[in-house]
């Protein structure tokens, strides 16, 4: 079934497998938390 959906996404079934264990960096949290918090004030 993952083969299937990789080959119609057009993606290598590796990097499916790579994208599943990967975890964000210290920075890309920070970011992430950045964001948030520029969003909450542009809502605000």
């Known amino acids: 079934m993952i ?3 990789c080959e119609l996404a057009g993606i290598a079934r ?3 497998y ?4 990967w ?3 210290t ?4 970011n992430i938390a950045l ?3 520029v ?3 542009y809502d605000k």
């Open 39 to 41: 969003k909450r004030r």
């Open 27 to 30: 920075r890309e949290l920070e």
């Open 3 to 5: 083969t299937k959906l």
């Open 35 to 37: 964001a948030k918090e």
């Open 18 to 21: 790579k994208w599943l264990k």
């Open 23 to 25: 975890t964000p960096s």
């Open 14 to 16: 590796s990097a499916y």
